[in-house]
């Protein structure tokens, strides 16, 4: 009995692995489709990784947007049409370069506003912190003039 055992824990351990491998999706037989399949892929978001373009997202709704973005390749779509297709649908989260609009305005203009609100208070404390170096100098300057002139005047 135990024998046994031995012989059927490796064929069960190769089924599962067997069953559990996933197959890799289709690849279209126009290497210019797949080209744009890649290249789309890497402009879309994954809607739920979020933070992965469906090329590289291996989540189940990431290879359904796949096959969507591969059908209407062969529908003979272009990219722009493809990708106003998906976002009328998924809306303007799906892509990673969302348009200048009403809705996406703060997208564009926080960033640079953020930096630039940043870049003039730090300014402004640099400009605070430090006290002018002409004046520091011209005192160190009248310092040591009269240091050395009282020196001179002591030798005569």
Request: charged content about 25%.
């Amino acid at each position: 009995m135990k024998r046994s055992f031995y012989w059927l824990m490796p064929i069960l351990l190769a089924l599962s692995l067997t069953v559990s491998a996933k197959t890799a999706s289709s690849m279209t037989s126009n290497p210019n489709a797949e080209a744009r399949l890649v290249e789309l892929s890497a402009e879309l978001r994954c809607l739920v990784c979020q933070n992965e373009s469906l090329a590289s997202s291996q989540a189940p709704l990431a290879e359904d947007l796949r096959r969507e973005v591969r059908e209407q390749i062969a529908l003979g779509k272009n990219n722009s049409e493809i990708i106003s297709y998906l976002t009328d649908r998924y809306g303007d989260f799906v892509t990673y370069r969302p348009p200048f609009k009403a809705r996406t305005f703060l997208l564009w203009l926080l960033p640079p506003a953020l930096l630039m609100i940043g870049l003039i208070l730090l300014w402004l404390r640099l400009r605070r912190v430090s006290p002018p170096a002409a004046k520091t100098d011209a005192d160190a300057i009248k310092a040591l003039q009269q240091e050395f002139d009282g020196k001179n005047h002591d030798r005569d």
